[in-house]
């Protein structure tokens, strides 16, 4: 192992050596997210503040009946326009075209995408960057099953979810497992949405990705994977939400299957 892979991996956990010049975007999808964005947002800015990181928020609100773009409002006017800045769309339109519209307003050389509901905590973004510059990645996933990703590019502990019910984890586990055995990209956590890209990489990807709800990440992958993008893999608790509902439905369990056949038969 080279020198400088060494040390970047004994720092995984502490701060930066050197500068961090870049910019991180980070996309947040929301739909009836008024109860979490103020603290997501608040956990967002200390993480990026205390690295010394530049960033900008970019919230994807579809039309949410619950408030959540006046929050947004409130939430820009505190932190600065700059920093907060809210996309909202006419209605919910799904996960995967969140990302498309919201990545059209990214002003970062990274761009982050994650859930606004504290499933996915900032705490662990540090930790993403870390290994993404340690190796000069295309790409880091949060994983939160045991990685697939060379001892390298990963860490030995598995991930982990907590909150789900037996219904939830065999959803997920069986996702994960059907595209893994026929698609086999070689990513263990296909389905989570937790992930940093190189801003061209996303764009690049994004534009030949053709799934709308939450199929949407498994195609991303997958589709890196053929393109011959780099991946590391970060362990992350994944939470479930406190307040809230999920929206995953059967309509977007079947939409899954749909998008595994399409690519199996596709790719
Ligand atoms: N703008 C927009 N946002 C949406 C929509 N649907 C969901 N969201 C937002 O997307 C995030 C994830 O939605 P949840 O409803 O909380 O998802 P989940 O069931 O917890 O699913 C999680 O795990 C899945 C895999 O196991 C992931 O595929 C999914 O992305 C997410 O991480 C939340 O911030 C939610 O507000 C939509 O149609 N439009
Ligand atoms: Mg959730």
Request: net charge positive.
């Amino acid at each position: 192992m080279n020198p400088f892979e060494s040390n970047a991996s004994v720092n995984m956990q502490g701060n930066f050596n050197t500068p961090n010049t870049h910019k991180y975007s980070v996309i947040l999808p929301t739909y009836n997210e008024r109860k979490n964005l103020p603290i997501i947002v608040w956990l967002l800015a200390r993480v990026f503040e205390e690295n010394q990181l530049a960033w900008e928020i970019i919230v994807v609100d579809d039309a949410s009946p619950d408030g959540t773009q006046e929050v947004a409002h409130q939430l820009a006017a505190v932190y600065g326009q700059d920093k907060i800045i809210l996309k909202p769309r006419a209605g919910k339109l799904g996960l995967g075209t969140a990302y498309i519209h919201g990545l059209n307003f990214c002003t970062g050389d990274f761009v982050i995408i994650m859930d606004a509901d504290f499933s996915h905590h900032p705490k662990f973004i540090p930790q993403f960057i870390r290994l993404q510059q340690a190796h000069n990645l295309d790409i880091v996933t949060g994983t939160r099953y045991s990685s697939h990703a060379t001892p390298r590019l990963s860490e030995a502990r598995p991930g982990g979810v907590h909150g789900w019910d037996l219904k939830r984890k065999l959803v997920s586990r069986g996702a994960n497992f059907l595209a893994d055995t026929v698609l086999n990209p070689g990513v263990s956590d296909l389905t989570g949405s937790f992930r940093l890209y190189r801003l061209p990489v996303l764009r690049h990807i994004i534009t030949l990705t053709q799934s709308k709800g939450y199929v949407f990440q498994m195609e991303m992958m997958v589709r890196a994977r053929a393109l011959g993008y780099s991946v590391g893999e970060i362990p992350i608790t994944f939470v479930d939400r406190i307040f809230g509902q999920s929206k995953l439905g059967a309509d977007e369990i079947v939409g899954y299957a749909k998008g595994v056949w399409s690519l199996f038969v596709g790719v």
